[in-house]
């Protein structure tokens, strides 16, 4: 439910007051920032939104920013913050990256304000490519050339400036052809397909095991007009059916561990040369994930570096 359906019945002739919110404030380390966006991805979290609250606000330390996301305030239980809590704790297991221990997190009462659109005060529209990333408000002027893609990070499941997101859209320019047909496995918001959709590929399929990701997908395929060559399961690589598999390209935007562990399913699902791009790849683990690639038969045509992330553009070996 979307904070302004929380607004109580009120006379026609009295405003309606704004509901009270708690902001949840996490000090992140920089490159980090998607992946604990996605920590705070708990019902009833929510917009996310980066950077200091306001330009009053102390600047977050050199090499750490704000992750925030709101709560209503009658929902803000003890059991939803130590759920967060324990979220946030697991990440520096989850990924073996030690600065992730030091991550600390407030719960500040906010007074009466829409909250739920704070986003909008930092986020701003960007490129990738030729794909001109903006909200759905955006009354600017497109360059010549530009492909729009409405994206408004709701929740907490990405604003697509990572950059292993940029990676893939890059990618998802360069590779898709009109008519193709596209996998977006661990899809999130789905904007890997979506774009894929913009860029004219007749069928995109997404999947995650997030069950809460796939309504900001079907969202997203909406806002961009593309809904009916996108759909969404829930599940992993055993939500796929015999059927889906011959691929024109697949896009994989995964932690190392499951490219290592599922190369062979993503190649599976190629048809002989068809074309991958697959990021979130630390580049500290990119020996072993390469190898993982080269023997489940993908060959690596290019690779790009940004910060920490790897992304992998090549194809399925065989015929095309």
Known sequence: MKPRDRTP?????????????????????????????????????TSVAFGRPSLASEAAPEG??????????????AQLRAQLESRLAGLAEATGAAE??????????????????????????????????????????????????????GGAFGTGRHPTTRGCLRAVE????????????????GVLAVASALRGAAHCLGFDIDPAALPYARELAQDNGVHGRCSFRVGGFECLGPLDRDFDGLCA??????????????????????????SGC???????????????????????TRGRWDTYVGRRRGPA
């Not at 360069?174 to 918001?189: E, H, Y």
């Not at 932690?255 to 599976?268: M, R, S, W």
Request: glycine share 6%.
């Open 64 to 77: 750490l920013d704000y992750v925030r996301t709101f709560v209503p305030r009658e929902l803000d239980t």
């Open 9 to 45: 019945r009120v006379s026609a002739l009295e405003p309606a007051p704004h509901p009270a919110w708690t902001e949840i404030r996490v000090l992140a380390p920089e490159g980090w920032l998607e992946l604990v966006a996605d920590a705070l991805a708990l019902s009833p979290c």
């Open 100 to 153: 992730l221990e030091r991550i600390s997190v407030r719960f500040l009462e906010l007074p009466p304000e829409d909250y739920a659109n704070s986003w909008k005060k930092t986020w701003k529209p960007f490129r990738v490519a030729h794909f001109a990333v903006v909200p759905m408000d955006w009354r600017g002027t497109p360059r010549t050339g530009d492909l729009r893609l409405v994206l408004e990070p």
């Open 253 to 278: 935007n995964l932690f190392a561990d499951l490219i290592q562990a599922h190369a062979g399913d993503l190649a599976h699902r190629l048809k002989p040369g068809g074309w991958f791009a697959i």
């Open 174 to 189: 360069q590779r898709v052809r009109p008519g193709a047909r596209v996998l977006d496995a661990g899809c999130g918001n």
């Open 282 to 304: 630390r580049a500290d683990l990119r020996g072993a994930t390469l190898a993982a690639l080269d023997a489940a038969g993908l060959e690596l045509e290019q690779r790009s």
